[in-house]
Every structure is written in structure tokens, then in C-alpha cells.
């Protein structure tokens, strides 16, 4: 058997991928309201953020994964016009139900589809811009994602990461008092249930922080990474373009 981590608890593998879907069953109905409450709004300058790095042009193929709710494959659209496409995909179904209702209530049907980043239906260099945000760091194996998004890139593509990050030093403490202690009362008040959002907190804690995730990203088939930091830290972009 091998395990893995779910937060900070060790669990089978094959458990890990059936209880983060628990998680994002439970939060889908309130994710957005709650995205915009514990980061203060800031989630959407982070997202306006990626799809300025990302530069798209009319008619480019983007394959927006973990794209749960739909705000970045929504954003992408508007850029790649009537003769690009953007694929919003998701592992958890609920996310991405919620997600295709809100695109098609602001006119735009996309294909959506429920699939494992880890082993993408897509052909190889089919893609110009691949986008993971808030998703990377729920994955089982993150190496082999990495692989398969390299995989399905054009020579040239670009991938984007976003994801929490590790924050400054002089922002740690406040930040884990915020994370561990309001965090999971907000999830409690907001959306019903703390354990998903305590769940949140430690997956974050769990994640390769900057330079751990650039070297990931290389040893995942990518000849440049860089990455930018956002609010401290709490935040951060990785760009990585297939060479």
C-alpha cells in the first residue's frame, strides 16, 4: 500500500483522490462566495493577473484544469475569440456542474468535461496555453500531472500555475493564526462545514513552496520556470514554457 497525505493526515492513495472529491462536493454551492471572504477579494487579482502572463490571442487552444467554477475559463474565452477554444475540465463533477451553469448564464458554452490532469484524453502539442489554479496541490502525484500537461503543450506552450504559496517570514504568524483559527470558523458560518477548510489549511501547508515547485516543474519536462510571488507569498504564479 502506498500513502500519501491527505492535509496533514497519511492515507492510502487510492483514498486521497475520493476525499478530496468530498471536499469539493460539500463547498461547490458556496466556493465562489467563500473565495472572495477569505482572501479578502483577492483571488480575483491573482486570476486578472494569470490571464495577463498568459497573453492569449484570438484563435489560441487553452485547456483550463481544476477549472471548477469557471472564472478563468471564462476570462480565457473572452481572449481566444470565436475561433480559438478553451476546454474547462474538472475531476470533481460538482465543481464543474456549477461551473458550466455559470458560463452558459453569461453566454458562453465551452466543452467541459470531467477528467484526471494526471492522465489527460488530450493529444500531445495540442494546447498553446495549459492553466492550473487552486488544483495543483490536491493532486496525488503532482510529478506525473506536471508530465501530462508538458505532454499535451505545443512546443513553445506555456503553463500556468497558481497556487497558495509559503508566505513571507514576517507575515507566518499572523497568517497561520488566520489559516487555522478564523479560516474554519468562516467555512463553519459561510458554507456549513470547518473540516474542508481546516482541510484547505494544511493541503496549502503540504505544498512544495516556490523554489520546490520550480524544480518540480523542470524535472517535469519544462525548460523555463519563473514565478511570481503575490500578497506576500500567500499567492504564487508559476510560468513554465515547453522548450
Same mark, same amino acid.
Given at each position: 500500500m502506498s500513502s500519501t497525505h491527505f492535509g496533514f493526515e497519511q492515507v492510502d492513495e487510492k483514498d486521497k483522490a475520493r476525499r478530496v472529491r468530498g471536499v469539493f462536493d460539500s463547498v461547490a454551492s458556496r466556493y465562489d462566495v467563500m473565495n472572495d471572504l477569505m482572501s479578502a477579494g483577492m483571488h480575483r487579482a491573482w486570476k486578472a493577473y494569470t490571464v495577463m502572463v498568459a497573453n492569449l490571442r484570438e484563435g489560441a487552444r487553452v485547456l483550463d484544469i481544476a477549472g471548477g467554477t469557471g472564472d478563468l475559463s471564462l476570462a480565457f474565452a473572452r481572449k481566444v475569440g470565436e475561433s480559438g477554444q478553451v476546454v474547462h475540465t474538472d475531476i470533481n463533477e460538482a465543481m464543474l456542474r456549477t461551473g458550466r451553469d455559470r458560463l452558459l448564464d453569461a453566454g458562453v458554452a465551452l466543452p467541459t468535461l470531467v477528467c484526471d490532469a494526471e492522465q489527460l484524453p488530450f493529444p500531445d502539442d495540442h494546447f498553446d496555453v495549459v492553466s492550473v489554479?487552486?488544483?495543483?496541490?490536491?493532486?496525488?502525484?503532482?510529478? !506525473?500531472?506536471?508530465? +501530462?500537461?508538458?505532454? /499535451?503543450? &505545443? $512546443?513553445?506552450? %506555456? !503553463?500556468?500555475?497558481? +497556487?497558495?504559496?509559503? /508566505?513571507? &517570514? $514576517?507575515?507566518? %504568524?499572523?497568517?497561520?493564526?488566520?489559516?487555522?483559527? /478564523?479560516?474554519?470558523?468562516?467555512? %463553519?458560518?459561510?458554507?456549513?462545514?470547518?473540516?474542508?477548510?481546516?482541510?484547505?489549511?494544511?493541503?496549502?501547508?503540504?505544498?512544495?513552496?516556490?523554489?520546490?515547485?520550480?524544480?518540480?516543474?523542470?524535472?517535469?519536462?519544462?525548460?523555463?520556470?519563473?514565478?511570481?510571488?503575490?500578497?506576500?507569498?500567500?499567492?504564487?504564479?508559476?510560468?513554465?514554457?515547453?522548450?
Amino acid at each position: 500500500m502506498s500513502s500519501t497525505h491527505f492535509g496533514f493526515e497519511q492515507v492510502d492513495e487510492k483514498d486521497k483522490a475520493r476525499r478530496v472529491r468530498g471536499v469539493f462536493d460539500s463547498v461547490a454551492s458556496r466556493y465562489d462566495v467563500m473565495n472572495d471572504l477569505m482572501s479578502a477579494g483577492m483571488h480575483r487579482a491573482w486570476k486578472a493577473y494569470t490571464v495577463m502572463v498568459a497573453n492569449l490571442r484570438e484563435g489560441a487552444r487553452v485547456l483550463d484544469i481544476a477549472g471548477g467554477t469557471g472564472d478563468l475559463s471564462l476570462a480565457f474565452a473572452r481572449k481566444v475569440g470565436e475561433s480559438g477554444q478553451v476546454v474547462h475540465t474538472d475531476i470533481n463533477e460538482a465543481m464543474l456542474r456549477t461551473g458550466r451553469d455559470r458560463l452558459l448564464d453569461a453566454g458562453v458554452a465551452l466543452p467541459t468535461l470531467v477528467c484526471d490532469a494526471e492522465q489527460l484524453p488530450f493529444p500531445d502539442d495540442h494546447f498553446d496555453v495549459v492553466s492550473v489554479a487552486f488544483g495543483l496541490r490536491n493532486m496525488t502525484h503532482k510529478d !506525473l500531472a506536471l508530465k +501530462e500537461m508538458n505532454r /499535451v503543450l &505545443k $512546443p513553445g506552450g %506555456k !503553463l500556468l500555475v497558481l +497556487e497558495f504559496s509559503k /508566505v513571507a &517570514k $514576517p507575515l507566518a %504568524k499572523a497568517y497561520d493564526w488566520y489559516s487555522f483559527q /478564523v479560516l474554519p470558523r468562516l467555512g %463553519k458560518l459561510v458554507a456549513g462545514d470547518d473540516a474542508s477548510y481546516r482541510y484547505l489549511a494544511e493541503s496549502i501547508r503540504m505544498h512544495p513552496a516556490q523554489e520546490e515547485l520550480k524544480t518540480l516543474m523542470k524535472e517535469g519536462g519544462f525548460g523555463h520556470v519563473d514565478y511570481h510571488n503575490m500578497t506576500g507569498g500567500v499567492a504564487a504564479l508559476h510560468v513554465g514554457i515547453k522548450c
